[in-house]
């Protein structure tokens, strides 16, 4: 089992910057993948970056490449989220994710608020 806490969101004005942290409860090097996903008011919870530990790939949603960088640090078991040049629309809660086991279970945090100002 793995427990995920989220840190790091908050109040910026478009254009701004803001990196989120998410801390595990264990080891991170084992799990499938770490990802980011959010979910607006009135809309769906979406995958913003994902990376898979077998192979180091990375994953974007379309509409934060670019802008969006996700890494981790596996001797901090922590997993992060740099975004630049924020836009309203990234406005939402942001949710840290790990998959992990042959079934690919899903540990979720509790999120993190991220309001862009316009």
């Known amino acids: 089992q793995v427990q995920l806490v989220e840190s790091g969101g908050g109040l910026v004005q478009a254009g701004g910057s803001l990196r989120l942290s998410c801390a595990a409860s264990?080891?991170?090097?084992?799990?499938?993948?770490l990802g980011w996903y959010r979910q607006a008011p009135g809309k769906q919870r979406e995958l913003v970056a994902q990376?898979?530990?077998?192979?180091?790939?990375?994953n974007y949603a379309d509409s934060v490449k670019g802008r969006f960088t996700i890494s981790r640090d596996n001797a901090k078991n922590t997993v992060y989220l740099q975004m630049i040049s924020l836009k309203p629309e990234d406005t939402g809660v942001y949710y840290c994710?790990?998959?992990?086991?042959?079934?690919?279970?899903?540990?979720w945090g509790q999120g993190t608020q991220v309001t862009v100002s316009s």
């Open positions: 994710n790990a998959k992990s086991g042959l079934l690919r279970q899903d540990y």
């Open positions: 264990r080891g991170i090097s084992g799990v499938n993948s």
């Open positions: 990376t898979i530990t077998s192979t180091g790939r990375t």
